[in-house]
């Protein structure tokens, strides 16, 4: 027999250990199991939001198939430009030419949130905008050399390294980063998990500014 008066588990089905620190800012209990899913490419003029949900939902549906107990919490976070949904580099000739498109320019990352329980399922996407700084090839280089470009979407990470050829964002720190806290927050309570208000800790910014980050 089923203890109800046992407060749900939630699942984070996602192995990124950004994600793991984001999700623990919540103050809640989670264990993590990371779906086994391909991410399929996107097609041509495909929505970039749109793409992002369902990305989100199948890692969050196929959680929930692992633990049909459960609430689990998928996610998935896009970088787009003029249209132009830009993934994980392939390697690193690629993650420099992502760099170039972005460089000087401004654009959007994008990360959908998806919580599934059994067949029923919640979802919603953050937007914010973020504008790089005109750096040259050789600082291009550099990064991508590091090798903190090659598993990330639009091949830089603002938390990290990243962060340097990053002028100014609008929007969600978190969001960039790969988990919105606000939507995040708001998806997991809808589940009966209790989210405590954390007055001390905003959810839209980062615990402290990383180097070359306006704060």
């Not at 990053?166 to 998990?193: A, D, K, M």
């Amino acid at each position: 027999m089923s203890d109800y008066s046992r407060p749900p588990t939630l699942v984070l089905a996602s192995g990124s250990p950004r994600r793991k620190e984001l999700l623990g800012r919540l103050d809640i209990a989670f264990s993590i199991d990371p779906a086994d899913v391909v991410e399929r490419p996107p097609v041509s003029g495909e929505d970039p939001a749109a793409y992002a949900l369902a990305l989100a939902h199948h890692k969050a549906s196929a959680g929930a198939r692992r633990h049909p107990h459960a609430v689990v919490l998928g996610a998935d976070t896009v970088v787009t430009i003029c249209g132009l949904i830009l993934g994980k580099p392939s390697d690193e000739q690629h993650a420099l030419e992502m760099l170039r498109r972005l460089r000087g320019r401004g654009h959007h990352v994008i990360t959908a949130v998806a919580v599934c329980s059994g067949l029923d399922c919640t979802s919603d996407a953050v937007t914010s905008g973020v504008w790089m700084k005109r750096a040259t090839d050789d600082e291009l280089r550099a990064y991508v050399a590091t090798g903190e470009p090659m598993d990330k979407a639009g091949a830089y990470a603002l938390q990290g390294l990243g962060g340097q050829l990053v002028e100014r964002i609008s929007g969600c720190y978190n969001n960039v980063v790969g988990l919105p806290l606000c939507l995040t927050s708001n998806l997991i309570r809808e589940w009966s998990i209790d989210v405590p208000f954390l007055e001390s800790k905003d959810p839209h910014l980062p615990l402290s500014s990383p180097h070359g980050v306006p704060s």
